[in-house]
């Protein structure tokens, strides 16, 4: 595995430059154990921050790394695509139409027909940054960001997709919704909390949206 270890603070380490396949390695193998002393570990676009209790030698993390299995990422690129349910009526449709030039229902065939790749997780608990967006549909982000968004809201944004996983500001451009729950908030609580259970997606999963009529 070839990466870059930059100092990060003073008790963090981040692990870049790291290719696709060797970042979901790192973090399948981070969900398995972490390294001796961290305490956890975050996904970057291209990079993944481990921060420790107190000062570690680079060495800990490097040993770490090399003995994280590959096996771990193929397991996890094996699941199935989750269909993502989607009423198209987002409040930005007519814009993102005259903005590309194309009609709302070749929007919505584009938008649904990739399989997306979860990319990395933020910014808010269970936000998903969302590889395959069609190229056709990648435009600026809005100037003007909303107040508010409401969870399960579908967007784009840049080279993204995303799904709003809890109410919050934004400037993506919305498209529809979906009634799927990303953020578990009453699970998050829990002493002992489960990841499975606190969020429903996880970097390296893949997913579909499936376009259903309004009276779904």
């Known amino acids: 595995m070839e990466c870059a270890l930059k100092p990060y603070g003073e008790f963090g380490f981040l692990a870049q430059r790291l290719s696709e396949r060797d970042r979901l390695t790192v973090l399948a193998a981070a969900r398995v154990e972490l390294p001796p002393g961290c305490l956890e570990s975050i996904a970057g676009f291209d990079s993944v921050l481990f921060v420790f209790a107190k000062p570690t030698p680079a060495k800990v993390l490097e040993l ?14 094996k699941k199935s695509v989750l269909e993502v ?3 198209y009526d987002g409040a930005d449709l007519e814009f993102v139409a005259g903005h590309t030039g194309l009609t709302v229902s070749a929007i ?14 933020g910014f808010t608990p269970g936000f998903p940054y969302l590889d395959g967006l069609d190229e056709r549909l990648q435009i600026p982000r809005k100037a003007s960001p909303r107040i508010r968004i409401d ?36 699970a998050a609580r829990e ?7 606190v ?17 779904h």
């Open 85 to 87: 349910p989607v009423t």
């Open 199 to 215: 969020f429903l997606l996880e970097p390296g999963d893949r997913l579909r949206f499936k376009p259903i009529d309004h009276a």
């Open 151 to 186: 969870p399960g809201s579908v967007a784009i944004g840049g080279p993204h997709a995303g799904i709003y996983s809890v109410a919050s500001p934004g400037g993506w451009h919305l498209l529809g919704c979906t009634e799927l729950r990303l953020f578990n908030s009453e």
């Open 108 to 121: 919505i065939k584009l938008h649904s027909a990739p399989v997306y790749t979860v990319r990395m997780m």
């Open 64 to 77: 770490w790394l090399r003995r994280a299995e590959i096996d771990v990422v193929e397991s996890v690129s």
């Open 191 to 197: 002493q002992k909390w489960d990841f499975e259970k």
